[in-house]
T-cell receptor, first 115, second 114 residues
């Protein structure tokens, strides 16, 4: 079974702090994703990476950046955390560049609170 | 633009009964895929079922089945013989074969009553 591991289940940070959310997958998947989940809004894509050092902006990239130095690891960075970034963050991976035949495999989420 | 709509924020079902969760979508594509994902309280999102648009036959996975109405752009999930472990958030999702992007609905919270 594919395992996608997010390093923190809960995180509390102060406004203005630089925050790192880490995600590791163990199945050599090419694609990795960061989603933000908010009640009533579903999942919204922040960033996507299809290879090492390659990234593409999703629907809500403002205030975030990402890093993929190794194939198995995809980090989400909040350069200067703000209270409106309080949310659930989900990491996912998939083996192929395009969807359909390669459903997403998710981590169990990081609930971030910014005070 | 493609959209996915789940109009039921919350549903309840008695244990052992059947429940149907609704999902509608809007697309001009002909080649696409639809999914139902389950997110239990543990928060790990799990794929429940997948439907390929070019297949007319409705997908089935044990107690889970879909009613895929392509012309109506409807993709509902039926859960038969509901169990306490089915209690979760359920998300409908859409993607096409030519993109990495998934579009998710807003979710339906299913409660299972003992």
């Amino acid at each position: 079974d594919v395992k996608v591991t997010q390093s923190s289940r809960y995180l509390v940070k102060r406004t203005g702090e630089k925050v790192f959310l880490e995600c590791v997958q163990d199945m050599d998947h090419e694609n990795m994703f960061w989603y933000r989940q908010d009640p009533g809004l579903g999942l919204r894509l922040i960033y996507f990476s299809y290879d090492v050092k390659m990234k593409e902006k999703g629907d809500i990239p403002e205030g975030y950046s990402v890093s993929r130095e190794k194939k198995e690891r995809f980090s989400l960075i909040l350069e200067s955390a703000s209270t409106n970034q309080t949310s659930m963050y989900l990491c996912a991976s998939s083996p192929l560049r395009t969807g359909g035949n390669s459903p997403l495999h998710f981590g169990n989420g990081t609930r971030l609170t910014v005070t | 633009a493609q959209t996915v709509t789940q109009s039921q924020p919350e549903m309840s079902v008695q244990e052992a009964e059947t429940v149907t969760l609704s999902c509608t979508y809007d697309t001009s594509e002909s080649d696409y895929y639809l999914f139902w994902y389950k997110q239990p309280p543990s928060r790990q999102m799990i794929l429940v079922i997948r439907q390929e648009a070019y297949k007319q036959q409705n997908a089935t996975e044990n107690r889970f089945s879909v009613n895929f109405q392509k012309a109506a752009k409807s993709f509902s999930l039926k859960i038969s013989d509901s169990q306490l472990g089915d209690a979760a958030m359920y998300f409908c999702a859409y993607t096409t074969s030519g993109t990495y992007k998934y579009i998710f609905g807003t979710g339906t919270r299913l409660k299972v009553l003992a």
